[in-house]
């Protein structure tokens, strides 16, 4: 795989495409895309929407001269690395971005836009020939979606044979003085996924095969996935990565933006293009709240009595946590002296405590409020304090936890809190997890938040109810 250096001289990449003026997809949703991979992004409009998330209401493409005069300014001044192209809207244009681009010494994506997310035409029907005889054979990728494979090839896929025979008709697709196509990224997500999986086929020329699955994304806002997907395999092409590293991090990229995608506009919003910037700006913040939280713990009167014999520890998640590294701890569990008192011996780092991490993430499975947890000491005294504290309780007894979870390393307790809420009828108001343990197992509690202060404010009832 290769490893990409930063550089303060960014590539640049080229978008020709439409403009969206809800700002989701096409032209806007590109140069977002290649800013958020590092890459400097260059425009040539072929057409101009009027849409917002519902519709498109109007759509003006000037004339084919004037879209190679864009590319004509472009290409005879800025050093691009790759390209891609999206909506095209007419032959004419189809032609005129063709022939500019023919004999180009960089990568050529084509995402083949037919429709909108709203059901609009952005490729006037007469223009498919164009795109198969004109560009598709120009391409380093082509990514279809499963309507534009179907529009393009006339297989309506259905299963994996039939992905691979649509995959297989683009691939063959001749014109221009080229061979045709060098891979196609066939997309599922238009398919009903596998297993809760959303899976990509990437077939090379030469026969090669890759399948790319990510789990699928319960959202509706999806308005110019195929734009972002294809920008951001552009701009690691690039930034220096061969293909397939290049489909298989945009895709990780689509999938983090589809998970932050918020509701924006009555209908079809758009995934959020700027998720990498805003985690990574909130894992400053989670350290800082994982310190304030710290100083609080330590100022506690009798924490040292909920601390359990294998210690204590506090995890916090960032925004859209995906694994263990995406939540925070203290690199030295929570101890107490003989004296009553309570140590904190290192500070927080993200991947510090793999345990209390699976149990925020198996917890945020459940109920996606959930971000923090802290483990306290099971006994009779406590549980007593849960009640009367008010604090709601679920259980997992690990008797029941099948064999091959069991000899799975370190699967346990993702078992564990996903089964003691998921059974829970109510689980959005559970507040602790009880584990009676077993043989080598200390029984614990694990108590539950949307955040430290809330985690921390749920001890503070439990020890003023001891």
Not at 30 to 42: E, H, N, P, R, V
Request: proline share 7%.
């Amino acid at each position: 795989m290769n490893r990409i250096q930063p550089t303060l001289s960014p590539p640049c990449v080229l978008t020709v495409a439409g403009s969206d003026s809800g700002g989701g997809a096409g032209i806007q949703a590109d140069l977002k895309t290649f800013m958020m991979q590092g890459a400097y992004g260059l425009s040539v409009i072929t057409a101009l929407t009027a849409q917002n998330t519902t519709a498109v209401t109007a759509i003006h493409a000037p004339p084919p001269e004037f879209a190679a005069a864009q590319l004509e300014a472009v290409l005879s001044d800025f050093p691009i690395r790759a390209a891609k192209t999206g909506m095209l809207f007419c032959a004419p244009i189809i032609e005129a971005v063709a022939g500019h681009l023919a004999g180009a010494g960089f990568p050529l994506v084509v995402d083949p836009v037919c429709v909108s997310q709203s059901g609009a035409r952005l490729l006037e029907p007469e223009a498919v020939s164009a795109l198969r005889e004109c560009l598709i054979p120009l391409a380093a990728l082509v990514t279809p979606n499963l309507p534009e494979a179907l529009e393009l090839t006339g297989i309506a896929v259905c299963d994996r044979e039939s992905a691979r025979q649509a995959a297989r008709r683009i691939l063959d697709m001749r014109g221009m003085g080229r061979k045709g196509p060098d891979a196609v990224l066939l997309k599922g997500g238009h398919g009903a996924p596998f297993g809760g999986m959303v899976t990509d086929l990437l077939a090379f020329s030469n026969g090669r095969e890759v399948e790319i699955a990510r789990p699928h994304v319960d959202t509706k806002n999806t308005h110019g996935t195929g734009c972002t997907l294809s920008a951001a395999i552009a701009a690691h092409l690039a930034l220096g990565a061969d293909l397939e590293t290049a489909v298989t991090r945009a895709r990780d990229y689509l999938h983090l933006c589809l998970r932050a995608a918020y509701d924006l506009g009555a209908g079809t919003g758009p995934p959020h293009h700027l998720a990498p910037f805003v985690r990574t700006r909130a894992r400053l913040f989670v350290l800082d709240e994982m310190r304030q939280a710290a100083r609080r713990l330590l100022a506690m009167p009798g924490l040292a009595s909920l601390v359990p014999e294998v210690s204590m520890n506090l995890a916090l998640a960032a925004p859209w946590p995906a694994a263990v590294g995406d939540v925070a701890a203290f690199a030295g569990r929570i101890t107490r002296g003989r004296d009553g008192s309570v140590y904190i011996p290192a500070g927080p780092a993200f991947g510090a405590s793999s345990h209390m991490a699976k149990v925020v993430l198996a917890a945020a499975s459940v109920v996606p409020d959930v971000a923090c947890a802290v483990n306290v000491r099971f006994n009779e005294r406590t549980l007593a304090a849960l009640s009367r504290a008010g604090l709601a309780a679920a259980w997992f007894n690990r008797a029941e936890e099948p064999r091959e979870i069991k000899e799975r390393e370190g699967s346990s307790l993702e078992w564990g809190t996903h089964a003691a809420l998921s059974a829970h009828p109510d689980p959005g108001t559970v507040d602790a997890v009880c584990d009676p343990g077993e043989t080598g197992k200390e029984p614990m509690i694990r108590i539950l938040g949307r955040d430290a202060a809330d985690v921390l404010a749920k001890l503070e009832l439990l020890l003023a109810a001891l």
